[in-house]
């Protein structure tokens, strides 16, 4: 753009190109980050001081894509976007994420960044832009945020890294590893693999790094160029004397209710702690200073102060379980009557029901597609995480992010699995019954489980876990394997791995402290595999392999092949053929433009009969073969006969008979029908026939009469 401050990077022979100055000059920073023809725009906007009673940091992150980007109108009645696609969803919570822990202890003023794609060239997607945008506004904000990081996206195809691939090579590439960084080390990893292994995944990462640091160092330069200094702030913590006298009031009741096996009897007891502490601080401090949400914040350092000095430095869990323990787990499936393909899996009081339906190719997900790769999916994993998991009651409302990010997750865990080319859409639903720690991955495994009920021939199962850490000053850093959903609040890491016994398929790695160390990270990697080793052990207990049958209330499909030029016959006009055949049959009836039709039906008869009918549509004339045929068409040279629908042939006035011919009419009528054998099928696609020839064969006589 015209009239800006730029500054440019080379990535792996790429340009990507930072810009600032020129639009949304009221916000508190803005920038664009373009790749190839791909740009974002971000814009942070902040408010001056913090909400009252506010106990947390109200940051917001929105990404929306505009059609105008590809050069397309918006779909339906009023032509104008609507409310964000899952998409824009799962790229806001890629954006949020690697951001939210890098601002400042203490800071709580609402802060808003909002994200939107203003071009887009269908080969490179959004997502890392996304990051690389807002992080360079918030660099050149006066905002208390630690920056700046980098994103890069990783592929690999015939064993090469790619920086930053394009929807092509992506296609061709056996890993998708959104990596993001500050300029030392990871912050943030998401994406899916083909079993790449623990080493490879950590080589991708190490990889990515080197894109990284020139990202850092370009934002860098970016608000120097402004004329901005280099950023100071200080970070306030809560109030030290406060939380001294809470330590002293609470300390130890806090401790003992902490390290209670059972969720809900955790919660009652440090129910009661907190409001026996709550009351003594406000006679001490009094109401208007001790508010319930200044509290709340004291108690939270108190009890991650507790949990965590447990691990460092006793070596103790709250709920008792060695640092590399799995909870007790359970396999079933199986379970509901009718449905396509059920199961049930709990780790410990993480429970989960998944069930699997089976559809057709009409059941397909259309996707907009506005920066490229697919515009159509066929297996779709929906998570729903009710109220009653966590034993609460909420308001029932529609889809949340969380909800949305986590199917996500785990729907690309398994999707590496599934069957090239399987001709059903497959839809796995997860519904979390039971919440306590990491219930996305519980979804992998119920998932992986269900789809195994249903038949669906899966290469290998998927299990996942997730791998926890604490870390503490001059002490060793502590991986824990199977984390609560309290060790996830107190702790520094939520590092979820899924995959196969032979590598990883999903990753998502969400960090509360400023980096984690690479050793960490192998570690990690390890651990999260010694334990997904131990599920699927238990998940093969229940179900070892698919089923080699699908369900009896699946849908039955048949495939056949045709030639492409025959799918006007086979539809007909209007659709008239095809409608047809799906009414009489009770079919439903898939054709691709390669010639593929697919054909469902429950019921195996109606099946045999849709094909019949497919068949004799599209059937190719097969020289030597004998066909009955009526005759279209008279002239002097011979007949014109329709022996399969829609496509005729010739028979030449010396094969009608065995005899000397005349007039054609003397043999044969306009609409009578007669045998006739194919003779040859010319390269133009003409068909020369004999009906004299198949009179012969047939032993009949071809006179007439």
Known sequence: MKNTTSVAVNLGGKTMTFETGLLARQAAGQA???????????????????????????????????????????????????????????????????????????????????????????????????????????????????????????????????????????????????????????????????????????????????????????????????????????????????????????????????????????????????????????????????????????????????????????????????????????????????????????????????????????????????????????????????????????????????????????????????PADYPYTVRVVSEIMGSNGSSSMASVCVGTLALMDAGVPLKKPVAGISIGLVTGASQKPVLLTDILGAEDHCGDMDFKVAGTRDGITGFQVDLKIRGLEWDLVAGAFDRAHAARLKILDTMQAALPAPRPELSPHAPRIMVVHINPEKIGALIGPGGKNIRRITETTGTQIDIEDDGKVSIFSNNKDNLDAALREVEALTAEAEVGKIYRGAVTGIKDFGAFVEFLPGQEGLVHISELADFRVNRTEDVVKMGEEIWVKVLSVEDNGKVRLSRKAAMAEKGEKSRKG
Do not use: W
């Not at 080390?185 to 080493?199: D, F, H, T, W």
């Open 32 to 418: 664009t980050c373009q790749l190839g023809e791909t740009m974002v725009f971000s814009a942070v906007t902040s408010t001056s001081k913090p909400r009252e009673g506010i106990d947390f940091f109200p940051l917001q992150v929105e990404y929306r894509e505009r059609f105008y980007a590809a050069g397309r109108f918006p779909g339906g009645y009023f032509k104008r976007e609507g409310r964000p696609t899952e998409k824009e969803i799962l790229t806001a919570r890629v954006t949020d994420r690697p951001i939210r822990p890098l601002f400042a202890e203490g800071f709580f003023n609402d802060v808003q960044i909002n994200n939107a794609l203003m071009t887009a060239d269908g080969e490179h997607e959004s997502d890392i832009l996304s990051i690389n945008a807002a992080s360079a506004a918030l660099m050149l904000s006066e905002l208390p945020f630690l920056g700046p990081i980098g994103a890069v996206r990783v592929g690999r195809v015939d064993g090469q890294f790619i920086l930053n691939p394009t929807q092509q090579q992506l296609k061709a590439s056996d890993l998708d590893l959104v990596y993001v960084g500050r300029r030392d080390l990871p912050m943030m990893i998401e994406g899916s693999a083909k079993e790449i292994s623990n080493a490879d995944m950590v080589a991708a990462m190490k990889f990515g790094h080197e894109g990284v640091v020139a990202i850092c160092d370009a934002q860098l330069e970016l608000r120097a160029k402004m004329g901005l200094p280099p950023k100071t702030f200080t970070e306030t913590g809560p109030d030290a004397e406060q939380v001294a006298k809470l330590r002293e009031i609470a300390g130890a009741d806090l401790e003992a209710a902490l390290f209670t096996v059972k969720k809900l009897e955790r919660q009652e007891k440090m129910g009661k702690v907190f409001e026996a502490a709550f009351a003594k601080m406000q006679e001490i401090y009094g109401e208007e200073v001790m508010t319930e949400n200044r509290f709340k914040m004291l108690f939270d350092v108190i009890e991650i102060e507790i949990v965590r000095k447990g691990v460092l430095e006793k070596g103790k869990r709250m709920d008792g379980r060695a640092m590399d323990e799995l909870r007790p787990l359970i396999a079933d499936v199986a379970l509901l009557p009718r449905v396509h393909g059920s199961a049930l899996f709990s780790r410990g009081e993480t429970q989960a029901i998944a069930v699997a339906t089976l559809g057709t190719g009409q059941d397909e997900q259309e996707m907009d597609g506005l920066t490229g790769g697919d515009t159509k999916k066929r297996f779709t994993l929906h998570y729903n995480f009710p109220p009653y998991s966590t034993g609460e009651v909420k308001r029932l409302g529609g889809l949340n992010r969380r909800e949305i990010g986590h199917g996500a997750l785990a729907e690309r865990s398994i999707a590496q699995m599934m």
